[in-house]
């Protein structure tokens, strides 16, 4: 089992900043990818952004050059950090640990972009 436990949602005005951060605790040695999903009201959860081995990122095409994606592995944590927010990022951000054989997530952070 993995535990995940995240924190740094809020509220913002537009064109604000946030960072995320999780931190994984538990069975944590099989983990090879760590980041984040969101989900809005009446949408699916979409990807935002992740990262495999500490290395390789990816990122969702809304959020490229806003949004940067790292991780310190001595911590067991991933952080997002958010710039440029814009009121259609507003969402519940959820954590994701991926192992060989499924996924853990975290119990989600608000993010609201609003004047």
């Known amino acids: 089992q993995v535990q995940l436990v995240e924190s740094g949602g809020g509220l913002v005005q537009p064109g604000g900043s946030l960072r995320l951060s999780c931190t994984a605790s538990?069975?944590?040695?099989?983990?090879?990818?760590m980041g984040w999903y969101r989900q809005a009201p009446g949408k699916q959860r979409e990807l935002v952004a992740v990262i495999t081995s500490g290395i390789i990122t990816n990122y969702a095409d809304s959020v490229k050059g806003r949004f940067a994606i790292s991780s310190d592995n001595a911590k067991n944590t991933v952080y997002l950090q958010m710039n440029s927010l814009k009121p259609e990022d507003t969402a519940v951000y959820y954590c994701?640990?991926?192992?060989?054989?499924?996924?853990?997530w975290g119990q989600g952070t608000q993010v609201t972009v609003s004047s």
């Open positions: 538990g069975n944590i040695e099989g983990i090879y990818v």
């Open positions: 994701i640990s991926r192992i060989p054989g499924g996924n853990y």
